[in-house]
């Protein structure tokens, strides 16, 4: 069996779901002839203290918003679980206290983007917990021992955002991206392009300008560290595929990225 890619794809709203536009678009084209035995998705929509990891055979659809319109919360991603995964990926982790979940299910960070990139809901799929009292580096590391499942058939997903922050969102259509929101994506995709992981890691380092435009990028970093995951189950051969990155609402980053 052929090495997988890993995936990172910026999810943005819930909507997206019920989208047909050029990120869910593109969403799609990246598994297009791709056909995994399983999915593993690190959503920033699961942040826990510790790791788990959902080991149910019928995972339930969570609608973890409000506030949105009544077909989101009709709408049900019908995917299995995968428990033979889920027990993987606790014996990839033997140093952790891994929970096997029976409660969590598929959030929105998975399910919305899901629903493109396997419409038909035939590949089993896993998630996997954010411990948010981790830092970057342990994220990335884990990542990396994960990497194995590549070449096991399973398809790594990362679903988060690189610039996140709701708090400074324009509804005015105006068109307008923030200067710091612009300055970090540009960083993060340069590092990504020259392969400096380490850039990536310690993204709250650099020059005042560059550290600015990271605490308003990144005010909490639950969907920043599944970019993390995908960087850290990479290899530095695997070919880099950036096809669609755009800021909208000018501060949330819709870049996605393939490796491999």
């Not at 005015?172 to 392009?193: L, M, T």
């Not at 992981?197 to 005042?208: F, L, P, V």
Request: glycine letters at 6%; aromatic letters at 10%; one cysteine or more.
């Amino acid at each position: 069996m052929s090495s997988m890619p890993v995936l990172f794809i910026g999810h943005g709203s819930p909507l997206t779901a019920f989208e047909d536009n050029q990120f869910t678009r593109s969403w799609a084209a990246m598994v297009n002839g791709i056909q995994p035995t399983a999915v593993l998705c690190v959503s920033a929509h699961w942040c826990t203290n510790g790791t788990g990891v959902t080991a149910m055979t019928s995972p339930r659809t969570i609608h973890d918003f409000h506030g949105f319109p009544d077909d989101l919360y009709q709408f049900h991603y019908s995917a299995p679980g995968s428990p033979e995964l889920a027990h993987r990926v606790k014996q990839l982790l033997p140093s952790l206290d891994v929970v096997l979940d029976q409660h969590w299910g598929f959030d929105h960070g998975c399910w919305a983007v899901m629903k493109h990139v396997f419409p038909q809901a035939d590949v089993p799929v896993v998630q996997l917990s954010i411990d948010m009292q981790r830092d970057a580096q342990w994220h990335y590391d884990l990542g990396k021992q994960l990497s194995v499942l590549r070449n096991e058939g399973t398809l790594i997903i990362g679903s988060g955002n690189i610039v996140h922050n709701l708090r400074q969102l324009d509804f005015s259509d105006s068109g307008q991206i923030f200067p710091w929101a612009q300055r970090f994506n540009d960083h993060v995709r340069q590092s990504i392009e020259s392969h400096n992981h380490h850039a990536i890691i310690q993204y709250q380092q650099g020059d005042d300008e560059l550290r600015r435009a990271a605490m308003l990028s990144v005010p909490t970093p639950d969907h920043y560290y599944p970019l993390l995951y995908v960087l850290g189950a990479s290899t530095p051969n695997d070919p880099i595929d950036i096809s669609l990155d755009e800021i909208v609402l000018g501060s949330i980053a819709m870049m996605s990225v393939k490796l491999g």
